[in-house]
Antibody, heavy 119, light 112 residues
Framework: EVQLVQSGAEVKKPGESLKISCKGS????????IGWVRQKPGKGLEWMGI????????RYSPSFQGQVTISADKSISTAYLQWSSLKASDTAMYYC????????????WGQGTLVTVSS | QSVLTQPPSVSGAPGQRVTISCTGS?????????VHWYQQLPGTAPKLLIY???NRPSGVPDRFSGSKSGTSASLAITGLQAEDEADYYC????????????FGTGTKVTVL
């Protein structure tokens, strides 16, 4: 059974750093793209970026380029999303998602990690 | 700002048919890229509903169907049921600077 299990909810202050994780199981982690999707409270889905764990090829949405860093450790089948300096506007639910192919679809989703940034 | 536009909301009575449009452009749907649809029930992660324009994953009822024409795609729900009340998103590939992956703006389906 394919599963994406994300790390737990986080509460941070503006300016702090953060790294959240997504552990894949039940499939060949290195052979499928893993992406991150943001959903602000009451809003729609926004594609942030994607990584191919096999060779670490990474692509970012122009809206998120330079704002976050996506990485993966294929030895432990885990993808990461990190911020060096959080802002209040980063408050959102973040989903990791397994792409079924280069054109999609997303065939499996993580349960989501709620990040709250507040002073 | 998404490059795939959906109506904010649609509604229908139980048993009725509703459709959700997803309007794109020549850099995404109009360029021939496939469209996928997701259902997001309240408080849950999205779930794949339709892939590659008109294919249903195993377990998705045949009440859900997808189509694509020109620069737009559509999701139809026939025989609307109370459990279909959710948010629905289209998604495609985009070769402009907005991409390469884009989601629609989302549509809330309300069962009256």
């Amino acid at each position: 059974e394919v599963q994406l299990v994300q790390s737990g909810a986080e509460v941070k202050k503006p300016g702090e750093s953060l790294k959240i994780s997504c552990k894949g199981s039940g499939y060949s982690f290195t052979n499928y793209w893993i992406g991150w999707v943001r959903q602000k409270p009451g809003k729609g889905l926004e594609w942030m970026g994607i990584i191919y764990p096999g060779d670490s090829d990474t692509r970012y949405s122009p809206s998120f380029q330079g704002q976050v860093t996506i990485s993966a450790d294929k030895s432990i089948s885990t993808a990461y999303l990190q911020w060096s300096s959080l802002k209040a506007s980063d408050t959102a639910m973040y989903y990791c998602a397994k792409w079924g192919g280069e054109l999609g679809p997303v065939d499996y989703w993580g349960q989501g990690t709620l990040v709250t940034v507040s002073s | 700002q998404s490059v795939l536009t959906q109506p904010p909301s649609v509604s229908g009575a139980p048993g009725q048919r509703v459709t959700i449009s997803c309007t794109g452009s020549s850099s995404n749907i109009g360029a021939g890229y496939i469209v996928h649809w997701y259902q997001q029930l309240p408080g849950t992660a999205p779930k794949l509903l339709i892939y590659a324009n008109n294919n249903r994953p195993s377990g998705v009822p045949d009440r859900f169907s997808g189509s694509k024409s020109g620069t737009s795609a559509s999701l139809a729900i026939t025989g609307l049921q109370a459990e279909d009340e959710a948010d629905y998103y289209c998604q495609s590939y985009d070769r402009s600077l907005s991409g390469p992956y884009v989601f629609g703006t989302g549509t809330k389906v309300t069962v009256l």
